[in-house]
């Protein structure tokens, strides 16, 4: 670990000086709630947040953008659009940072996204440890995310008077050096990270009944659960807990063209799954049209499907989706109604 400190009072001069090169991203109020956004004045900058409405990854991946423009006249011309700047994204909690690394894997294989990757790219992403649960929500510690060890470049963990600061990347290193004022730590400061680091595990529960890693192989003998038709009575299909994921990344690709019909813009916006329409296809049918099997599609995505691409679950454990389900629909409730019928021998 190469370990520094940073005390408190030069956070703000430190974001003033990287507003001068970067687009500095952080969490902020905004009015009880907590969202990520481009800070225009580093006291606004909250590092002691619970959690977002949305999670970061709308700063890589964002909620709409255009892919391209085109002229549809003789000679017709298509131009790629490829909207990055220089970013610093600063107080990613570590569950988000594990649905970062997922959404990397995601928008790098098979089909590379340039759009995404090229905004990865020009992004240093800061990190923060999680001291205290966000809230009765929060199930990061069942998920394995509570603490992370990559997909960062700095990451600062509360001292009290000051932040510790690993430095994990030469990119990070090289912002901490040119644009902050922190010292090496010393014995005692790795001392008092320790301490803070082993104290913070009682503050979390397991709210899980079983570990995580089983949930492929339940999920796998769970297809036809009567659990899917029971969320599907009660899911108003709004698409409000893919919207808040971190790790969902499903779009939708559509065309703007002008009243001349002479030009116009391709642009991408999130989509989801839970949505009546995401599943038409031509001819108005549909492949997952009732709401109970667009839940179990929701639910084998967080813990089997993105496993089995990408050796990772789905689900971080941030909670979001809990917080924001009108019809108080909870994975960890689902995934814990599995669990315990599989357990009790009673078939699925």
Same mark, same amino acid.
């Not at 970067?22 to 969202?35: D, H, I, L, S, T």
């Not at 890693?213 to 036809?224: G, M």
């Given at each position: ?8 009072? !030069? ?210 003998? !769970? ?126």
């Amino acid at each position: 670990m190469n370990l520094w400190i940073l005390d408190k009072e !030069a956070i703000s001069p430190l974001v003033g000086a990287l507003m001068a090169d970067y687009q500095v991203v952080g969490p902020q109020a905004k009015g009880p709630e907590f969202v990520f956004g481009p800070i225009a004045d580093p006291a606004k900058l909250r590092l002691d947040y619970n959690t977002t409405i949305l999670p970061p990854k709308k700063v890589l991946q964002p909620p709409q953008e255009r892919l391209a423009t085109f002229t549809m006249q003789v000679g017709a011309h298509v131009e790629p659009v490829i909207e990055a700047g220089p970013t610093v994204l600063l107080g990613v909690h570590t569950c988000d940072l594990h649905a970062i690394q997922l959404l990397d894997h995601a928008f790098s294989q098979e089909y590379p996204d340039a759009h995404y990757l090229e905004r990865r790219r020009q992004t240093v992403i800061v990190g923060l440890e999680c001291l205290e649960p966000c809230d009765e929500h929060s199930f990061c510690k069942s998920m394995g995310t509570l603490t992370a060890d990559a997909g960062y470049d700095l990451h600062l963990t509360d001292l009290g008077p000051a932040y510790a600061v690993d430095v994990a990347t030469e990119a990070g290193e090289q912002l901490l050096s040119r644009y902050g004022t922190a010292r090496e730590a010393a014995d005692a400061d790795v001392r008092r990270l320790n301490e803070v680091l082993s104290a913070k595990w009682p503050h979390f529960t397991y709210r899980l009944d079983f570990d995580a890693a089983e949930l492929p192989a339940l999920l796998s003998a !769970a297809y036809d659960h009567p659990l899917w038709d029971e969320l599907g009575e009660r899911c108003l299909a709004c698409g409000s807990c893919t919207n808040v994921c971190p790790t969902c990344y499903c779009f939708n690709v559509f065309d703007e063209v002008n009243m001349a019909l002479t030009e116009g813009e391709r642009r991408r916006r999130w989509d989801s799954c839970q949505l009546d329409e995401f599943a038409r296809v031509a001819g108005g049918e549909s492949f997952r049209e009732a709401r109970s099997a667009r839940q179990r599609h929701r639910f084998m995505r967080k813990g089997r499907y993105i496993y089995e691409k990408f050796g990772e679950l789905g689900c971080v454990g941030c909670g979001r989706c809990i917080r924001t389900c009108v019809a108080n629909i909870s994975i960890v409730d689902g995934f814990n109604a599995i669990h315990e019928t599989a357990v009790g021998g009673n078939g699925q």
